[in-house]
């Protein structure tokens, strides 16, 4: 009897509920118990949930035909506004997928629409195909076969052409990331299929602005997975299937997009491996990340005072007025710890926009790990409130041992010159540099003092990241500073010149900019630093 109650209750909730629910399309009566269901955050039978953004639920059903639920959540306290101005996200969707399958484009056919409480969503069909990214990851990393190298290749043309068709047809597509474009292989071609259409939007004449957004969008992928060479193929299919380009603009558009993809691959590098190998921690005390697995990782796994340990046991290498560098003892052996202390209102409220030195200091040392910058390895980085005016922050790293800086080598090594030569440092360094301004990244204080050099191997690290930023100008005042300090550091040691021209000659060639352009604009910055050591060492006799 109780049974038979809950369930005539079960079907009495479920009949209120999907009277509740509102539906519309021509599979809606097929679909409205399992749009209930799942509105609820109920899997209905053959049913599984799959991963999404944030901002939607995805849900899909296989069978002889694959169907997709989509719900989109409400983004901000504008999706309301938005909604009366341009229609519900649904509404988007469905108008946008009629204007693509209208074109001859590919996209799932939508099957029904609805909205449940504050939500609206989709039913779809689905596409037997996997995202472009992940196509090229399961099919395409090297080593590659003459026949696999040929399939890729026709991949490359396709999808090329295939978004060429998409501009022709005067549409730009709102979010054109790989894996918003499926495909799959049907005997000697693919098949393709646009998802997450809702941003798209059709224009009268497209702005070459929306161009590049779609081009950069897709071609976020590492060298590895997607190589300059494989960009030039794919965007060349692009242009026969949108020929509205001078062979100058092309050029520049291309060169454009090469560009502006790689702060996003790297963006997209730093998030992952912060992701999967760093852990926050937080009580009521302090609050920061750590590196798994480091020795810093060891000690946060105790109760332990973040304070005390520097103090204690510790040798001070460095101190001024708001910064104290220790050196620590850890369970693996020394570790780099740096105290800052404030206790400024501006100070405050960059720990509260997350703009704090420390975690400034966490987050380049990590750009520069990504970009094989050599630097200490990063392990933890802490912010403590004290009081209400007084806040400590600590970043922890690896302590190089067998290192020297570079300027205390000039000054001990009796051949320090015949010593540069042979490890060959001026043009790594020169490398480096230019591979960092390359990326948009500035060191900052690139004086010999902050570059730590192993004597027997060559090795050498930047350290003291505090002043590093991140850059969208080609040759900034930050990047001119960078080559300046180092610089003079060069002419004040008294090396000969073949060095300073071995270095400009190195930079220049690896970043594509005119030496004499360079060394011009360079000049001021080297006799102002010139001045202004002479300066100091006058003011210290």
């Known amino acids: 009897m109780r049974k038979d ?95 693509l399958l209208s074109a001859g484009l590919p996209a799932p056919d939508i099957l029904c629409w609805g909205n449940w409480k504050k939500s609206v969503f989709v039913i779809s069909e689905g596409f037997d195909g996997i995202g472009f990214f992940q196509y090229l990851l399961n099919n395409f990393l090297s080593p590659l076969s003459p026949e696999k190298i040929r399939e890729k290749r026709l991949l490359l043309k396709s999808a090329g052409s295939l978004i060429g068709i998409l501009h022709q047809n005067r549409i730009v597509h709102g979010d054109l990331r790989q894996n918003n474009l499926l495909v799959k292989k049907k005997g000697d071609t693919f098949l393709f299929s646009f998802i997450d259409n809702e941003r798209n939007r059709k224009w009268r004449c497209i702005p ?164 094989d910058i050599p630097v200490a390895l990063p392990f933890a980085y802490l912010i403590e409130r004290k009081s209400l005016g007084i806040i400590r922050s600590y970043y922890y790293s690896q302590y190089l041992a067998d290192a020297i800086t570079l300027m205390d080598l000039s000054l001990t090594l009796k051949d320090f010159s015949n010593w540069l030569d042979n490890k060959k440092i001026i043009p790594r360094f020169a490398k480096t540099l230019s591979k960092l301004h390359n990326n948009g990244f500035c060191h900052g204080d690139t004086k010999w003092v902050n570059i730590l050099v192993n004597e027997t191997s060559g090795y050498f690290w930047l350290i003291d990241l505090d002043g590093a930023v991140r850059t969208k100008s080609k040759l900034n005042s930050c990047m001119l500073k960078d080559l300046g300090r180092f610089l003079v550091d060069m002419i004040e040691t008294g090396l000969p010149d073949k060095f300073t021209n071995e270095f400009f000659l190195v930079y220049c060639n690896a970043r594509g900019v005119n030496k004499d352009l360079v060394q011009k604009k360079l000049n001021p910055y080297i006799i102002k630093i010139l001045k202004r050591h002479r300066k100091k060492l006058k003011h210290d006799v």
């Open 5 to 99: 109650l809950e369930r005539n209750f079960k079907i009495i909730s479920s009949n209120r509920k999907a009277k509740k629910i509102s539906i519309r399309g021509e599979h809606a009566e097929e679909y409205r118990e399992q749009a209930v269901m799942l509105a609820n955050r109920e899997l209905p039978s053959g049913w599984q949930w799959v991963s999404s953004s944030q901002n939607s639920v995805v849900a899909a059903k296989a069978g002889t035909v694959n169907v997709y639920y989509k719900e989109f959540l409400p983004r901000n306290i504008f999706e309301k506004i938005k909604a009366l101005l341009y229609g519900s996200r649904s509404k988007r969707a469905r108008k946008q997928t009629d204007i």
């Open 208 to 371: 070459l602005s929306q161009i590049k957004k779609n081009l950069i969008q897709f071609s976020v992928a590492a060298d590895n997975v997607l190589s300059r060479t494989d960009l030039m193929r794919m965007f060349m299919a692009y242009k026969s299937s949108y020929p509205n380009f001078s062979v100058g603009n092309v050029n520049k558009l291309l060169q454009t997009v090469y560009d502006r993809r790689k702060p996003r691959i790297l963006k997209s590098n730093f998030r992952f491996y912060m992701t999967d190998n760093c852990k926050p921690i937080k009580n009521d005390c302090f609050y920061g990340d750590f590196l798994k697995g480091s020795a810093v990782a060891k000690r946060f796994s105790l109760c332990f005072d973040p304070g005390k340990w520097f103090d204690t046991n510790s040798i001070m290498l460095k101190q001024d007025k708001n910064i104290t560098v220790n050196l620590l003892p850890g369970p693996d052996g020394n570790i780099i710890a740096k105290r800052f202390v404030s206790n400024s209102f501006i100070f405050l409220i960059k720990t509260w926009l997350k703009k704090e030195r420390t975690h400034n200091l966490w987050n380049m040392a990590h750009y520069f790990k990504a970009l």
